[in-house]
């Protein structure tokens, strides 16, 4: 049993790291898909720091931290390749057929093969991306490296559960025939009660609420939030017990909604 365990998850490796050889073989794309999440950082930079000039809005944190935290939620987008797309196409190619039969799941297969690009993604937004930020905004965040890094640390692991619903979101083309129309809820969800605009902190109390209430919380937010204070928001042990919570609960509902979905297809003659 331990020795089957051990196989497939070295099997998932495998496919992990075929998509990050595959991501990184792609330079050109990575390339330009890593100008456009820069451009869009130092657009936010420059929002805010309009703001802050103008003084539309009283601040609760220094403005050069709110960039960061801007720059690192426009990253968190842009980190997670876009996994609802291939498994919508599996399914209107029809392919999904012959994969289903496979020994190992499907679906993580798919999540593994995500990690393995969003890895790829990681390794030059983690580094370039960061350079990048802190050559344009000219000063670490309050927090230093150590807010930094863990901000970058918990972003990582909430783009992971970012990826699982975007699983979920292409699981979805099995009953709507295609995945794109639920995934831009989700988005829209993500987006704002995330935190991509602004710190949710802003927010009336009753979404703020809300927000703290939801996966996106830790995937968005929470991680950004380190770049803000220590004082300001949850503690790391806070951040990482609730992300366990939502790793379990999500687990759950996407080994749920795809066998759901499966039994579906098989019943229909799919």
């Known amino acids: 049993m331990e020795y089957d365990f051990l196989k497939k998850l070295h099997v998932l490796y495998v496919f992990a790291k075929t998509s990050f050889d595959d991501h990184m073989g ?30 539309f809005i009283d601040l609760p944190f220094p403005v050069d ?7 690192l939620t426009q990253m968190m987008l842009f ?40 890895s790829a993604n990681a390794l030059l937004y983690y580094t370039a991306g960061i350079a990048c930020v802190g050559f344009y905004i000219g000063s670490l965040p309050s927090t230093g490296w150590v807010g930094l890094g863990t901000a970058l640390f ?21 009953w709507l025939q295609q995945a794109e129309a639920f995934y831009r809820i989700y988005q829209k969800i993500l987006i704002v009660l995330g935190g991509l605009y602004m710190p949710i902190t802003l927010y009336p109390d009753w979404l703020y609420t809300l927000a703290k209430f939801t996966p996106v919380y830790v995937m968005m937010y929470g991680p950004a939030q380190f770049v803000l204070g220590w004082h ?39």
């Open 232 to 270: 300001q928001g949850d503690s790391p042990l806070e951040i990482f017990a609730l992300l366990l919570f939502w790793f379990a609960i999500t687990i759950f509902l996407l080994g749920w909604f795809y066998r759901t979905c499966v039994n579906r297809l098989e019943v229909n003659g799919g």
């Open 26 to 55: 792609h330079r050109l794309r990575l390339f330009f898909r890593f100008v456009m999440c820069v451009f869009f950082m130092f657009v936010f930079v420059e929002f805010w720091r309009l703001i802050a000039r103008e003084n």
């Open 154 to 174: 918990f972003l990582y692991l909430g783009s992971i559960l970012h990826l699982m619903y975007q699983a979920i979101s292409g699981i979805t083309a099995l």
């Open 79 to 118: 980190l997670s390749p876009r996994l609802f797309i291939s498994i919508d196409q599996d399914v209107r190619s029809g392919d999904i057929s012959y994969l289903l039969i496979r020994p190992i799941s499907y679906i993580a297969m798919r999540v593994s093969e995500g990690i393995g690009a969003m």
């Open 65 to 71: 931290d709110v960039c960061w935290y801007a720059c």
